[in-house]
């Protein structure tokens, strides 16, 4: 159980260091070979791996080893387990450090043999430990290349410098303009393989990072069911081969979502200053190293050749970034490594890979979206956000296996809501937040339907409260869009209180910031449309009959989206109202609807009378909301919103029974109105309000004031309405539109008065009569003496045709025995 001593361990480590192991090749080209995925193929391919050819150990007579040659076992193993740690360092200090070019491949060699021992022992870790290297000396070339395109510079290669090495190599050039790429390195099977005597290897040490990627790649994809540390190295290689332009087409997007008329939405500001932050990162690496284009182009202290770099380039066009236009040569370069491995076949986890498999993968995909670093790096939120897109696309690839896929997902959104939650200062990455929301809802967008997902996609909804509103006014429009796009096609699987109560808080919170506002109406006006027969439709059976030909929005669904509808109406959101007209259009079709299911309903009650005749107004604090948001649109400032409020109140509130509404409801109606008025500056308002208080009385009054216990409270609604028309009717010399203000008010109290005073009026003649005169003096006081004159005449016909002094005695006994009645 004790320690080996350390001085066998320096003869051991010396040997191998001056004579490395070696394996036989034929054996050696799995690195290649695309199907070995599990550890019995590969030790039915190495099996004789450690007992041919193998150098010998200091410790091991040559011709003793040749006689006793065994299989590898638990020894040797433990042998490589000893000194593979030291070894890796030392190799990987050597391919990093070194600037020739026959020691970089030699170390290349070294770390390929690693990774096959490593396999052949089941040594998952220390491949991982490989593959993490090899990935980190590929990321940072490919970011040398990106920082090389925000410069101008097309081609070369990027010279990456080590901060431990002397401060002299700062002064060198950051590319190397004239070293050729190693392509018989590229092409090469294996690096074992290759004979620094017979190939050419001119270039391996300036293009090292590109060869460490090439292998580090394709190990991946060889032993993709054996990744697991190298994950976050390997997200890495993905978000920086996408900041490069070096995907294959389709997989560097994010998807997003596109407004009703199908443009994609615009950029989030999250999502410009984090591609800001990413840009800046490599123009500024880019930058320390030099402080001109033209000093970039110095020649490389180790180039080889010349001539490539003693011309500076013509500028190229750039885009909007401060890149090209077109990909750069290196971008190609990296292209070709990514198409020759074959890198979507393990960026894409499609349903032809094993389940478990994938699950593997999308836990390191997932690892780290929801650590929310204090300070992140520029390029995290990016490359962590592409990593999360490749998962979501894994999720969505097969309907078959979500259910058994989402938990991965689900635990990694609550955690990031919990922390959100308690959050109190700014997400520190945004960007990574709104993609995680947006994947929330593509993922019910293409998964509500599924049965075994749909409670686990309502518990991933229902995480929205939870992140802050703030951050959510940044990306209302996404929300907006996902959210209406679920509800129209799904809101028949929202049944339940909560969750139809979810659906409504949700639209409110959405529609009360600017950015989701349109959005959001859209998806409520798209569903109403889309799920309610057609309103032109009076028959009660032809419409139970509609009903069954596709699902319906429900009594709850249609209270949940009106309360949405009415803000719109009332310019709750911002006292914005451009979308009030078309809301008040869903909100009479809801309301009509609502009316047909009652009536339905009713209808098919085995408890009721089934010759009792419906009623037109089943609800009357449904029918009282309408009411009064009509009313408002009445009092707009917007002349067409408040013509349309005025035309609606005419189809709506006055009811063709107006025994079935009680009098308390009407007299309720009446003060609402009477006490929301518009200002005297908006004259349209105004007049259109007074029109439809005086037609509610004209409508109202003649069964209302036949009884007694009505008068006090109608009395005071007359004076009050009294008082509005004569506040209208003041101060006509000072505009324009008081003037209009004035002849409309004038009209409106003089049909009024004339309609109370006719005989044909009906109710109370006493009372009605005393009403009529009020308005009378009300135009006398402001001067108003046609409508005066036309007023009394119709009066006099009204007693029967007694003379002046009679009228006015009746008048003044009339309004006495009217007050005194409703006192």
């Not at 005066?788 to 009204?798: G, I, P, V, Y």
């Amino acid at each position: 159980g004790d320690n080996l001593p350390e001085s066998m361990l320096n003869r051991l480590y010396s040997d191998i260091r001056e004579q490395e192991l070696q394996v036989q090749r034929e054996i050696g080209e799995f690195i290649s070979h695309s199907d070995a995925q599990d550890a019995a193929h590969f030790r039915s391919a190495w099996g004789d791996m450690l007992r041919k050819n193998v150098a010998a150990a200091s410790f091991t007579n040559k011709d003793e080893a040749r006689r006793t040659m065994f299989e590898a076992g638990v020894h040797e193993k433990d042998m490589f387990l000893v000194i593979c740690k030291p070894a890796l360092r030392s190799i990987s200090s050597a391919f990093v450090r070194s600037w020739d070019d026959g020691h970089v491949v030699a170390a290349l060699k070294g770390l390929e043999q690693m990774a096959k021992i490593s396999t052949f022992f089941g040594l998952d870790n220390v491949l991982n430990e490989v593959l993490s290297f090899l990935l980190i000396q590929g990321r940072e070339f490919i970011s040398g290349c990106v920082a090389l395109e925000y410069a101008g510079i097309e081609s070369g290669a990027p010279i990456n410098h080590n901060p431990e090495d002397d401060e002299t190599m700062t002064s060198m050039s950051i590319v190397d303009p004239d070293s050729p790429i190693p392509q018989s390195l590229i092409m090469a099977r294996e690096i074992a393989m290759v004979d620094p005597r017979k190939v050419d290897v001119n270039g391996a040490a300036a293009y090292r990072g590109l060869l460490a990627l090439n292998m580090g790649l394709r190990i991946v994809r060889t032993l993709f069911p054996r990744v697991r540390s190298a994950w976050p190295q390997l997200i890495e290689v993905f978000g920086a081969l996408r900041d490069a332009r070096a995907l294959p087409p389709g997989l560097a997007d994010l998807d997003d979502f596109a407004d009703s008329d199908g443009n994609v939405l615009p950029l989030s500001l999250f999502a410009r200053n984090s591609q800001k932050r990413l840009d800046d990162f490599y123009r500024i690496k880019a930058g320390k190293e030099g402080p001109s284009k033209k000093g970039w182009f110095r020649l490389s202290l180790f180039g080889r050749s010349k001539g490539r770099g003693d011309e500076t380039p013509e500028p190229v066009p750039q885009n909007d970034q401060g890149r090209a236009a077109e990909i750069s040569e290196n971008a190609k370069t990296l292209l070709q490594i990514a198409e020759r491995v074959e890198i979507e076949k393990f960026m894409v986890l499609g349903p032809n890979l094993r389940v478990q498999l994938v699950k593997q993968s999308l836990k390191g995909l997932l690892d780290s979206i929801d650590k929310l670093p204090p300070k992140p790096s520029p390029t995290y939120e990016q490359h962590i956000a592409f990593a999360l897109e490749l998962a979501t696309r894994a999720l969505l690839a097969s309907s078959d296996r979500a259910a058994e896929l989402f938990p991965v997902f689900l635990v990694k959104f609550q955690s990031v809501a919990q922390k959100l939650s308690k959050l109190k200062k700014p997400v520190s990455v945004p960007f990574l937040m709104e993609r995680v929301l947006v994947t929330i809802l593509r993922a019910s967008i293409h998964l509500y339907e599924i049965p075994d997902m749909r409670q686990q996609l309502r518990t991933s909804l229902f995480l929205f409260p939870m992140f802050p509103k703030p951050f959510m006014a940044h990306i209302a429009d996404r929300a907006a869009c996902g959210l209406a796009i679920i509800w129209r096609s799904s809101f028949f699987y929202f049944k339940t209180p909560e969750e139809l109560k979810f659906i409504g808080d949700t639209f409110d919170t959405l529609a009360s910031c600017r950015l989701g506002r349109g959005l959001t109406f859209d998806g409520i006006a798209s569903t109403v449309e889309f799920a309610l027969p057609d309103p032109s439709i009076t028959n009660i059976l032809e419409y139970e009959d509609r009903l069954t030909e596709k699902p319906t929005l429900s009594l709850p669904a249609c209270a949940a989206l009106q309360r949405v509808l009415f803000k719109y109406v009332y310019g709750a959101f911002d006292k914005d109202y451009s979308l009030a007209i078309p809301a008040m259009v869903c909100v009479e079709k809801t309301y009509k609807h609502m009316v047909q299911l009652m009536l339905i309903t009713q209808k098919n009650d085995p408890s009721l009378d089934p010759d009792l005749e419906l009623p037109s107004v089943p609800d009357l604090d449904l029918w009282h909301r309408v009411s009064i948001a009509y009313y408002s649109m009445c009092n707009n400032p917007d002349p067409e919103i408040s013509k349309r409020g005025l035309e609606g109140c005419q189809q709506h509130i006055f009811v063709s029974d107006v025994t079935e509404i009680p009098d308390k409801r009407w007299i309720a109606l009446l003060n609402t109105m009477i006490n929301k008025q518009a200002p005297l500056s908006v004259s349209t308002a105004r007049v259109n309000s007074l029109s439809t208080i005086a037609q509610l009385m004209v409508k109202v009054f003649p069964s209302m004031t036949t009884r007694e216990e009505n008068w006090k409270v109608l009395t005071e609604i007359t004076k009050q309405v009294a008082v509005i028309a004569d506040e209208n009717m003041e101060n006509r010399q000072s505009s324009r539109s008081a003037a209009e203000l004035f002849d409309l008010t004038v009209t409106i109290v003089t049909l009024l008065s004339n309609q109370l005073a006719s005989p044909k009026f009906g109710g109370e003649r006493r009372y009605c009569k005393w009403a009529s005169d009020t308005f009378l003096k009300v135009l006398e006081k402001n001067g108003a003496a046609g409508a005066d004159l036309d007023n009394l005449a119709l009066t006099k016909r009204s007693s029967g045709g007694d003379n002046d002094d009679d009228a006015e005695g009746d008048e003044g006994t009339e309004e006495g025995e009217a007050s005194e009645g409703s006192s």
